[in-house]
């Protein structure tokens, strides 16, 4: 094969795949404004349905990514050791599965986002955090538990601000 026409080929090649990378690249700047424009959007719609829903929120712009973080209203139950703790050990054990069965449920329905004991035997046994509109409702569900309604367990709830979405790390 001629030199000539080796480099011929070549150089067709290389435009070939120069003008592929430039097509790509606007592709991709385009997809990229498409994404931010969905995002923006996205945190409209979320807030416009939270607030309809009854939620409070607020937003927090990040300083270093310049993102527009939508922080809402949580409430925080912290379980705490109650007064009636003179149960058997079967007895116990029976509130345990069903007070297991209520935070699963709560769960699954979506009103609990996360729930755990601590670690420790203090008076704090645990947390469950409320994804709900209102106190009233975060402590209604609360005190549905089978060990609140028995005196195992006390509930005390607060407020709680967290970003909606974030992920535990």
């Known amino acids: 094969m001629n030199i000539k026409v080796l480099y011929f080929l070549s150089a067709l090649l290389l435009l070939s795949c120069n003008k592929d990378a430039k097509d790509t690249e606007i592709a ?3 997809m ?39 922080m809402q209203q949580y409430f925080i139950a912290f379980l705490k050791r109650g007064n009636n703790r003179s149960q058997s050990k079967a007895e116990a054990d029976s509130l ?18 996360i729930s755990g004991p601590f670690g420790d035997d203090g008076d704090i046994r645990g947390i469950t ?8 409702m975060a402590d209604s569900l609360a005190n549905a538990d089978p060990m609140v ?3 195992r367990l ?16």
């Open 28 to 30: 991709g700047d385009n």
């Open 129 to 136: 955090i409320y994804n709900v509109p209102t106190l009233a």
């Open 32 to 70: 990229a404004n498409d994404i931010a424009k969905e995002e923006k959007r996205s945190i409209k719609e979320l807030k416009e349905e939270l607030k309809a829903k009854g939620y409070q929120t607020f937003d927090y712009i990040d300083e270093k990514t310049q993102d527009t973080i939508v």
């Open 149 to 151: 309604k028995f005196g």
């Open 96 to 113: 345990q599965k069903l007070h297991l069965a209520h935070l699963g449920k709560m769960y699954e329905m979506g009103y609990a986002d």
């Open 154 to 169: 006390e509930i005390e709830i607060h407020p709680w601000w967290a970003g909606k979405g974030l992920p535990l790390r």
